[in-house]
């Protein structure tokens, strides 16, 4: 065997090197234009949540404005943001017409504190276009102040974000195909909600699920905790111990991980590749109390602010 001389070697890996930084600002570039352009559909109207017709709602025009990221909060200094929170809320057709959505979003206004500068980004995540028009007229009429003072946002996804569920996914895991599709469709919408995120110029992105309570103050909570606590090596702060829910992350880093969760989409589920994530980020070569490290990448809250009261998953309506 022929081994190759030093200088050669260096080469071959100052190659390597270039190639892999040119496929990252490639994929990153184009993350960014799918933030923008996602921003800008929103304002054209994906699904218009518009009230058709009727007069402008009963709101206070201080908190309409504050709302609407046109005034400062009172509760903090003015940032350079438009939006202190964004909470990205996916859903999905659930069987026998279960919905928790309403509950959830509802709560999640009622119960958020002093924080005003918040976005409820709902995003209709369902291939089945009837069950989505039906859901978007719902948070229409249901929501109606909500949405006119820019409290909640409803998006759906573009037409080209899924793969072709038939040929270009892998069965992984040894799971059942209906389960592989299900948990990999969750990485892709949890990946567009950042990018879109991120276009709505966010301080924080909070990740949850259409299924769950918050406690009382909850965003106060979230908001002090991350302020004092978030450091540079922070990947992302945890406030729900179940699965990917209440995940808070910095809008730096925003496009990085949703461009990670879109890149492995059909690998793992998406704590999974969080919990992946982490080690990533942390732990080097050979990988010496590599659990240790990536724990302190994660700024934890020492109790859970999200229940989940969700009885009926949308996995079984995709067993046949």
């Given amino acids: 065997m022929v081994r190759l001389k030093t200088p050669r070697k260096c080469a071959l890996l100052l190659l390597a090197q270039f190639l892999a930084i040119g496929y990252f600002i490639v994929l990153t570039t184009s993350c960014e234009k799918r933030s923008r352009e996602a921003n800008e559909n929103s304002q054209q109207g994906l699904i218009r949540v518009s009230v058709d017709g009727e007069s402008e709602?009963?709101?206070?025009?201080?908190?309409?404005?504050?709302?609407?990221?046109?005034?400062?909060?009172?509760?903090?200094?003015?940032?350079?943001?438009?939006?202190?929170?964004?909470?990205?809320?996916?859903?999905?057709?659930?069987?026998?017409?279960?919905?928790?959505?309403?509950?959830?979003?509802?709560?999640?206004?009622?119960?958020?504190?002093?924080?005003?500068?918040?976005?409820?980004?709902?995003?209709?995540?369902?291939?089945?276009?009837?069950?989505?028009?039906?859901?978007?007229?719902?948070?229409?009429?249901?929501?109606?102040?909500?949405?006119?003072?820019?409290?909640?946002?409803?998006?759906?996804?573009?037409?080209?974000?899924?793969?072709?569920?038939?040929?270009?996914?892998?069965?992984?895991?040894?799971?059942?195909?209906?389960?592989?599709?299900?948990?990999?469709?969750?990485?892709?919408d949890a990946s567009y909600l950042m990018q879109y995120a991120h276009g709505l110029n966010t301080k924080y992105y909070l990740g949850i699920e259409d299924d769950v309570i918050p406690v009382d103050d909850y965003l106060d909570r979230i908001w002090q905790h991350a302020n004092e606590k978030w450091s540079g090596q922070i990947m992302y702060a945890s406030y729900c111990p179940m699965g990917a829910i209440g995940k808070l992350f910095f809008k730096k880093d925003l496009l990085t991980v949703s461009i990670y969760l879109r890149t492995f989409w059909n690998y793992k589920p998406l704590d999974w590749l969080y919990f992946d994530l982490k080690a990533l980020v942390a732990c080097g070569y050979p990988r010496v109390d590599c659990e240790l490290h990536a724990n302190d990448v994660v700024l934890d809250y020492k109790h859970s602010l999200f229940i989940h009261a969700g009885k009926v998953s949308s996995l079984v309506k995709n067993e046949s």
């Fill in 57 to 188: 709602t009963s709101i206070n025009q201080d908190d309409k404005e504050i709302l609407k990221g046109n005034r400062a909060s009172a509760v903090q200094t003015p940032l350079p943001y438009d939006t202190d929170i964004v909470i990205g809320v996916p859903t999905i057709k659930r069987p026998a017409g279960v919905v928790y959505l309403g509950e959830t979003v509802r709560q999640l206004i009622n119960n958020r504190g002093k924080i005003v500068r918040v976005v409820v980004l709902i995003y209709i995540a369902e291939e089945d276009a009837q069950w989505a028009t039906e859901m978007a007229r719902s948070i229409k009429q249901n929501f109606t102040k909500e949405i006119d003072a820019g409290l909640i946002r409803v998006i759906t996804p573009p037409k080209d974000l899924y793969p072709n569920w038939d040929t270009d996914m892998k069965i992984t895991l040894n799971d059942a195909r209906h389960q592989v599709k299900w948990r990999s469709k969750q990485n892709i």
